[in-house]
């Protein structure tokens, strides 16, 4: 089944109100440059076009290139996604790219990734509701960490990724949740972090409901902490542009303190058709306080150039 492999194309052509977007982010090791690149098809009533989004971390600058649907490519067994000539799969992405204002050349190649663990009950981060049908958006993640190496030329500078970090996920469906929260980071100090929180309204039959998947990998230990694992949210406040979380489990509570910065704008898909805009930090920091049920600390730690969204009215269920 298709859901035990989410980092392959999930649909077809011949869909009708549908998109999948792949998300690939490159953090320097200097952590000056991050650049997330966003490969994707979009097949609805206003049109089908595959597109590539293109955003600067730093300067929450964006663009998109489009493309006609004959251009997309994607295999539905391995991550190998392409589009005219630029190319994307599990060793890494070739660019090429050009309009009016931009020219993106080059090559960043990965060593072998860390893929999220899966199991037959469990086929990645969704859990069992990866099996659940009629869901708008349904989300994977293809690699929690890897090392990066080249570089790219971006118009007259050269970008080095030598010793970067890199992270992929990916979305696929009809249209994104009405409202959500996302984070990711996995530049913090200690070099065998990754982590990732989402929660969103989930329209299901007619009705919603508030869902939430979450993960913290460290170096000895992988935490779980989402609906279907049944954790639960104790606090979620946004106020000016800091968001204070709180989730627990039966084991462990773990307190995250993200910090917004100045956000890019970027295509969403409604009904298959990327009119939405949303906006994208990947400039956010985090900070993370693991601690067993009986309060004792057992990690605490901050990452910089970390993902944030935050689509406001989510926090009304809250």
Known sequence: MSVFKPWAFQGSLSRKKYFEGWYFKHVSADR?????????????SNGRHAFIQVLNGITAESQVYEFAADDFTASGRELHVQIEKSRFHKEGI???LQ???QKITGNISYAPMEQYPSSTLNPGIMGWYSFVPFMECKHGVVSMFHRLSGGLQINDTYVDFAGGSGYIE?????????????????TFNSSQTSFTFSVAKIPWLGSYFIGFI???KLEDRFINLSTWSKARIETLEYSGKKLHLNISNKRYRLEIE?????AGLLQAPERGSMTRIIKESVDATIELKLSD???NILFHDAGSRAGMELIDRILEYF
């Open 258 to 262: 993200a910090l917004n910065k100045q």
């Open 99 to 101: 309009n009016s204002s």
């Open 170 to 186: 990916k979305d696929w469906g009809t249209s994104f949740p009405e409202s959500w929260i996302w984070l990711h980071c996995n």
């Open 214 to 216: 979450s993960y913290l």
């Open 94 to 96: 070739h660019l090429e």
């Open 293 to 295: 049920r009986s309060g």
């Open 32 to 44: 000056q440059q991050v650049w997330s690149f966003i490969p994707g098809i979009s097949l609805s």
